[in-house]
Every structure is written in structure tokens, then in C-alpha cells.
């Protein structure tokens, strides 16, 4: 009896101890976390987040992603192959990533899809895992944007942390700190903070972490006897409304340039912590959200634009009830939102219809 008690109360003390901290220094954390971009690894992970964001149809997934608490199991063995399975009261939805293609799988309705994996959509599970999340923070940062803050214990490691601040005075997001496995340099435990806010908007961490690359048997997926496997031409409302919408934006917006891969309809502008994704809306869609928008608390309306705040994301979209309109969703100063907004605008082009 002793002895099965000793093995169950290990693994609790092993997570009650306190942390010992590193002796990096910032920039050598940080290039430790750069170094390690693409290394294997395999948890479960927890999110939780504070972001209570407009419930409106396509947009439904995201706002849970971001306003609730969400369990993955994931294995990562690189950017090209991984699975990430939701784990649900009814079951589980599973993605499972290989090469340019995504495999969907809902458990409770039996259904799976196989997508292709285009460059512009909207947030999934897969991309806000710490490793992930962390490595998405830090684009455009340099030495200056870090410090050193002190270790937590995290999924039973001594994690040293590490303070980004946004390089851009442009960013809604105040901080992020990222704690990171000392061993491999994978980021464990990520936390974004709002300008001026006390507490995470959005938390991200593994509460079980191992560094070893997963198998291939992990990542597998075999449909259920009878269970087709269809296949998705268009991913969301993102990918949807940049294959088809006849419109390209704007080369910048808010003295940010878009991106490389933004060469259709939706532009993606900034990087990192200062960043916002301008996508054209129809008009059902628009009035949709529209109307969502204007039940969020704090919702600032008027005959050109709807506009709120949630935490550090904001959103806009412009135009009037059937007028179709731009969103515009990212982590900029409302300010810097607004003018953003003016600039897709006043730059969007038509386009013909060849694609």
C-alpha cells in the first residue's frame, strides 16, 4: 500500500515544487526558443481564454476558440506533420495534418473531410498551442523586445520565462510571456495580456509535455468502417472570400505592409503582436455579423462602421446593413484599427472575374 500510494503522490509533488530558475539571459533564451522552431514534441495542452467575441454563424468556432476553455492532445513532429484532437464532453474533433492537406474529423456526427491547407484563413486549435503561439508572437521582435522574467513549473518543468513587448506602438497587446522547456527550448506556457490589462486575456499551456518525436502510428488516421472521407474546396469564410471575391486590397493599411501571401481578395498587414487581416464580405454575411456586433458590450456603431474591442483583438466592419463591408480583426490600437479600416476603404480595387 505505501508503495502504490509513493507512485500516485509523485507526479502531484512533482508539479507542486517550486520552479528553479535559469541562468540565460534573455537573449539567450530567446535564441534557444528560435532555435527550436520545428522541434518535435508531443502533450496535452489546455487553453483558456477571456475574449468573449460576437456569435455569429462562420464565425462561431473562433469565438469559442478564444472566450472558452479548450483540451487538446497533440503530436507535432514537424510544421508539414502533426494531429491535434479537440477533446469534447461528446466526443472529440480531430485535425490531422499532412504535407498541403488537413483531415477533419468529427467524432460525435461520424463526419470526416479533407481539405487543402491555403495560406489565408481563419484561427484553428492547431495554431494556438504554445509552440505555435509563441513562435507567431515573436515574428518581427528583436533582443531589445525581450526580458527575462522568473521560471514557473509547468507541465511538472522548471520553465524559465521570457517578457515579449511588442516592437510597434501600434500593437492592443501590452506583453506576452512565454515559458519554455530549458531542455529543448519548446515553448510550454504562453500568456497574452491587453494594454493595461491585469490579467491574461488568453492563456495557453501544456499540462503534460514531452520532447520526443512522436510516432507515425500518433499521427494516423483510419475512417471508421462506412465512414466517407469527403473532401472541402473551400476551407471557411476567409478562404471562401479569397478565392472568389473579385476585389484585392490595399498594399498597406495603417502604415503596415500586407504580406506576401496576401495576393487576392483578403490582406493580411503587420506580423506578430501588431498584426490585422482585412477580409471583403457579401452583403448576408456582413448583416449577419453586423447585427452580432452590435450585442457585444462596448460596441461603438455609426452609419459607416461597426466597431468593437474584446480584450486585445479588435474588430471592425464597415459599410451598413446591405452593404456588404470589410472586417478587419486584429491585435491594433483602436486607433490604429480605425485608420485600417479607412485605408482598405479607400484602396480596394475590383477586379474581373478571372481568378
Known sequence: MAGTLLLVAAPIALHLLPAADSDASATELLAQVRGAEGHPWSGYVETDGALQLPDADRFSDVGALFGERTTMRAWWQDERHWRVDQLLLAGETDLVHDGGTTLRWDYEHLDASLSRDPEIRLPRTADLVPPVLAERLLRGLGEQDVERIPAERVAGLSAPGLRLSPSSA????????????????????????????????????????????????????????????????????????????????????????????????????????TQVIAIPLRDREADALRDQLVLTAGVDRSPERTQVSVGPLGVVLTGGDGDGGWLLAGTLTRAALLRAADDVQAGFVFVDGDR
Open 170 to 273: 501600434l500593437s492592443s497587446i501590452d506583453h506576452a510571456d512565454v515559458w519554455v522547456d530549458p531542455g529543448s527550448g519548446v515553448p510550454v506556457k504562453v500568456e497574452v495580456y491587453a494594454d493595461g490589462a491585469d490579467s491574461a486575456a488568453f492563456t495557453s499551456q501544456f499540462r503534460d509535455f514531452s520532447a520526443h518525436r512522436p510516432s507515425d502510428d500518433a499521427l494516423s488516421f483510419e475512417a471508421p468502417a462506412g465512414v466517407h472521407v469527403g473532401f472541402d474546396d473551400v476551407l471557411d469564410i476567409a478562404d471562401a472570400a479569397n478565392q472568389y471575391a473579385p476585389v484585392r486590397p490595399p498594399a498597406t493599411v495603417a502604415g503596415l505592409p500586407k504580406a506576401d501571401s496576401s495576393d487576392r481578395a483578403v490582406g493580411v498587414y503587420g506580423s506578430g503582436m
